[in-house]
């Protein structure tokens, strides 16, 4: 079969070498938006002796995920780079064995049980912010990572890691790091090599597994249904009434565990971020928080008052998607795109160059929550805003997560007005999720709200 390539661009084996040994950190979030500008929505780059295809095209993200997803595979490079941390978990695993864990998962997100969640939620982020002090410097991504790391173990486990919450976020976090070095590596070392960061990155894994065993084992010893999502999972019985065994509960519940703060935390920390370089905004997003909820705690029924802070939130994830691209395989030879693919082909579905894409969004790179008003959010392509993915394989927390989001942005609104500490450098780097490469530094400033009456 001849290989028909889109246009793209080619880096000899040489030069690939070169950046490598240079230690020059290859910046895939560029990347995808550079290759789009010049060689458009369906683009190959030829890595020395690798080949892979950048895609930022609504409708191929379409026909990839939605239309023709059993026609590829994950890439064996995430489950060389999440496999050590994630086990067979809902993220990296495939065929009959995703499909059945997905079926045993689902009614652990039912809308109804995430909604019971709703005054942990607002509970943990009022706690947090009991604890600040006019004045003070606080590290907000790590804050955010605190925060919803304690909500995760509370609604997963019912669990309070409060006293443990630094450590097990720096342990996710070096784990996380070590994940990225795989997925960036030019050669993937076996993990018998014992090399001082793989040795590392297991003692960090063995030292979480034993966390979340101890979860598992207290459930299973007292057999109580505290109505979270750990008693869900145990509950759960396939067809033929089989259960899940302890490791693959375990994958399981640290895919959740990830999946379930990590994103959340740096969404948060992006908003705020857009938030304090746009002050027109935050105005605006402060009279609707005041209007809706007074000095009172937020509520799940305040959710439908807060249609500003949906939009703020929607937009956030557009800019700084966490989950920035998703990998991909073709099982078979297979055309796409009016070109021809070959098996085992790598391709990006790079959600984070299409939400920045001139021809999906205009002006792509202003923060601008009006995109997703009632009016506007109608006229974007049905596929070209994929913050939580698409097709059988989307996010199964989305519904969780958003509702996290605007909660807990809602209650700190009310409550503090944060600040950037000058001098900083903020850039994006992508690790499994988006995160700010050398933090986010602010100074916070409490608010006293007034009672205010509440709109009918």
């Known amino acids: 079969m001849t290989i028909m390539y889109p246009p793209g661009v080619r880096t000899g084996v040489i030069e690939t070498l070169r950046t490598v040994l240079s230690g020059v950190e290859f910046d895939l979030l560029q990347f995808a938006k550079d290759s789009q500008a010049q060689f458009g929505d369906f683009n190959y780059t ?14 191929l993200m379409h026909e990839i995920l939605v239309e023709r997803p059993e026609e590829f595979y994950k890439i064996k490079l995430i489950k060389y780079a999440l496999g050590p941390f994630l086990g067979n978990g809902l993220l990296t695993n495939e065929g009959d064995f995703w499909k059945k864990q997905r079926k045993l998962a689902q009614p652990a997100f039912h809308s109804k049980r995430i909604e019971a969640y709703a005054n942990v939620m607002v509970d943990y982020a009022r706690r947090m912010l009991a604890g600040w002090r006019t004045g003070e410097t606080r590290r907000l991504d790590r804050e955010m ?23 097990v976020g720096d342990l996710l976090t070096r784990i996380l790091e070590a994940s990225n070095d795989r997925l960036n590596a030019a050669f993937q070392i076996p993990d018998w090599v014992p090399t001082a960061k793989t040795r590392q990155m297991h003692r960090d894994i063995a030292e979480l597994d034993v966390i979340i065993q101890r979860f598992i084992d207290e459930r299973r010893q007292s057999g ?28 399981e519940l640290m895919t959740i565990f990830l999946a379930g703060h990590e994103t959340t935390a740096m969404n948060l920390t992006w908003t705020w971020y857009l938030l304090m370089e746009h002050p027109d905004v935050m105005a605006r997003l402060k009279a609707e928080v005041d209007a809706a909820l007074g000095d009172r705690p937020a509520t799940m029924a305040d959710l439908g008052k807060l249609k500003y802070a949906e939009m703020v939130i929607k937009e956030s994830l557009r800019l700084y998607p966490p989950a920035a691209s998703a990998g991909r395989e073709p099982i078979h030879d297979l055309h796409l795109g009016g070109y021809t693919i070959p098996k085992g082909a790598l391709l990006t579905l790079s959600m984070y160059g299409m939400h920045h894409n001139p021809k999906v969004f205009p002006n792509p790179e202003v923060f601008d929550p009006e995109r997703f008003s009632p009016e506007n959010e109608k006229n974007i392509p049905r596929y070209g805003y994929l913050p939580f993915g698409a097709g059988p394989r989307v996010c199964i927390g989305n519904s969780f997560a958003l509702m996290e989001a605007r909660l807990v942005l809602a209650t700190m609104v009310q409550q503090a007005d944060l600040s950037l500490v000058a001098g900083q450098n903020i850039v994006p780097k992508q690790l499994v999720t988006v995160r700010p490469a050398n933090g986010i530094e602010v100074k916070v400033k409490l608010r006293k709200v007034e009672k205010t009456a509440v709109p009918a």
């Open 46 to 59: 030829k890595f020395g002796w690798v080949t892979f295809y950048m895609i930022t095209d609504p409708d």
């Open 224 to 251: 109580e249904d505290k109505g979270d999502l750990l008693s869900m999972l145990l509950q759960a019985r396939d067809d033929d009434g089989s259960t899940m065994d302890d490791k693959q509960l375990r994958d």
């Open 145 to 167: 990572m605190k925060l919803t790391l304690n909500i995760v173990a509370k609604t997963l486990f019912d669990a309070d890691v409060s006293g443990d919450a630094d450590h």
